[in-house]
């Protein structure tokens, strides 16, 4: 009986420390990637002058993209403003030329980025002498946006998507029901600009957006153009929650505001794909980080709860619930919430349960009054994995599965990289959902904040994901942005956002091998010669007053 008890407290305890119950905070291993951020001077004379050389280098790149994006964008099939144009059409005809002044503008906007966190983060292993205000930081994403803003879509299709499933929405149809070539026809202009593997694919995004998206479609009709703008002032009104609420979050951890924003707004993601490829992951995490701060406050900021704290709870949470009406994932933020709110209420198992039934009702009502105000009902629930038909080399799992099939190939044993998929796939989701449930215990325990808890549990389901595309990197890394600030994440996080960035064609296919590599030389050659010619104006090296080894920190202010 000894033997058999104490079996069973090795296997408890191995269980309570699995799950990070019994984990001392200090051997928390996620928790050395937090740190609290040394309260710096604004930049000096010389610094300004270099801001505003970097500024510029940043909006030349996105102003050279904006303008190849009239040839190797994402133009549409159909409606294309500058098809026949003797001049503006110069650009599509002039592929390889054209491809080559985007690559460049996209190593200039990289470039500008990189120096720009000089004086936001510092170097790779030190904190900034001097660090840039919250005035500079805004002004130079306002001007690296601008152009991209106005410019033709790039790197994805998936606006015309969004555009042709609204129609359908629109024409009194269900659009999770039927796809656009059963919804709108084959010869219908929408249809036309989607990409082929989704025409016949039912919507697989959430109801709020697609009733806004139908909104959208009563006001532009078959105007692709219009319609285009429309879903971009849209993306752009989800960077903006996110410039907004970045800086507020990252200032309860001790991050400083601009260091946030730099790595989580500023990121060349952000800039290719959400503002310039016109994602709804955009209006997504802006509502989501936003909802995340007026939850925060409720339960931070109020020394007692009242009603003033449960009308920001409540606020909060209803913006984190429509934020999964767009995209499904980050729902799993109302989860921290809960037990960041359970905490607050006393830490124990029954704080839990209560917090998790009041924020599931908010959930609850507010998806069913989006589902029936807009008419859509629930049968987005049924088409969420749709993406899931496309063998995505970004995920981990996917990929397992592709290399271990195309190594029975060369073994002689057969092609079973659908049967290896089966197995990767669910393992995955498996360690997905143990990391996010470890992330809420020490969330709930008060090992970790919950915004830092939030960002490492999405990064576990996005890189266990069965299909990660460029931009789902973002759900991670931006909610990181306001927690994470030591060289372990910063540094991983900055080389996968310029891999990344530089990986993906402006239309994500359709060039020719010879172009691309021709392009690739020129964009060589004028990086390194354009390093070579500013060496002595722009901080391309550590140059004293740019950045230094932190000395001994005064902490970033944390209030609200």
């Not at 691309?516 to 354009?530: M, P, Q």
Request: net charge positive.
């Amino acid at each position: 009986m000894a033997v058999v008890e104490g079996a069973r407290r090795r296997v408890i305890d191995i269980g309570r420390r699995a799950l990070g119950l019994d984990v001392p905070a200090a051997d928390h291993t996620v928790a050395v990637l937090h740190g609290v951020d040394a309260d710096r001077p604004g930049l000096d004379r010389r610094e300004t002058l270099q801001l505003m050389r970097i500024r510029l280098l940043g909006a030349t790149g996105a102003v050279i993209m904006a303008v190849s994006a009239l040839g190797v964008g994402a133009q549409p099939v159909h409606q294309n403003p500058i098809s026949g144009m003797r001049v503006l059409g110069f650009f599509a005809r002039a592929g390889t030329s054209t491809l080559a002044m985007c690559m460049i503008g996209t190593i200039l906007v990289i470039m500008a980025w990189l120096l720009l966190g000089r004086f936001a983060v510092g170097g790779w292993g030190g904190d900034p002498r001097h660090r840039l205000s919250r005035s500079q930081m805004d002004r130079t994403l306002l001007l690296w946006i601008i152009p991209l803003s106005v410019a033709p879509p790039m790197f994805s299709n998936d606006v015309y998507s969004y555009l042709a499933q609204s129609e359908i929405a629109a024409r009194g149809m269900d659009p999770y029901s039927v796809g656009p070539v059963a919804g709108l026809g084959l010869n219908n202009v929408l249809t036309n600009n989607v990409p082929t593997i989704w025409r016949d694919t039912s919507a697989p995004y959430g109801p709020l957006f697609l009733w806004v998206g139908r909104g959208i479609a009563q006001i532009t009709g078959d105007n692709i153009l219009l319609g285009v703008w429309l879903h971009r002032l849209l993306a752009l009104a989800g960077v903006a929650l996110m410039v907004w609420a970045l800086p507020r979050l990252s200032r309860r951890c001790g991050i400083a505001g601009v260091s946030a924003l730099w790595l989580g707004a500023a990121n060349p993601l952000v800039l290719f794909h959400l503002v310039g490829g016109v994602h709804n992951d955009a209006l997504m995490l802006g509502l989501m980080l936003a909802g995340m701060e007026f939850c925060l406050r409720a339960i931070d900021d109020c020394p007692q709860f009242n009603q003033r704290a449960w009308a920001l709870l409540v606020f909060g949470a209803v913006l984190i619930t429509l934020s999964s009406s767009v995209k499904i994932i980050s729902l799993v933020s109302l989860g921290f919430v809960g037990m960041a709110l359970a905490r607050r209420w006393g830490g124990g198992l029954k704080p839990v349960l209560v917090a998790g039934g009041v924020l599931g009702v908010i959930a609850v009502v507010t998806t069913l009054s989006v589902s029936y105000a807009s008419g859509l009902g629930f049968g987005w629930v049924n088409t969420v994995g749709t993406a899931t038909s496309v063998r995505s080399y970004l995920s981990l799992p996917t990929a397992v599965g592709i290399i271990t099939g195309f190594g029975g190939v060369l073994l002689g044993l057969g092609d079973h990289t659908t049967a290896l998929l089966d197995i990767t796939r669910p393992i995955a989701e498996l360690i997905a959902g143990f990391v996010t449930l470890r992330m809420l215990i020490a969330a709930w325990t008060g090992r970790l904040n919950a915004i830092g808890a939030l960002g490492v549990s999405l990064g576990a389901i996005v890189l266990l994901f069965p299909v990660v595309q460029p931009w789902y990197l973002l759900w991670a890394i931006v909610p990181l942005a306001a927690w994470a600030n030591r060289p372990a994440f910063r540094v991983p996080a900055v080389v996968l956002s310029v891999v990344v960035s530089v990986m993906v064609m402006p239309r994500g296919a359709d060039f020719y091998v010879f172009q691309i590599v021709e392009s690739a030389i020129a964009t060589v050659i004028v990086g390194l010669s354009l390093i070579f010619l500013t060496r002595n104006v722009l901080p391309w090296r550590n140059q004293p007053g740019v950045s230094a080894r932190s000395q001994q920190p005064t902490p970033y202010g944390v209030s609200s």
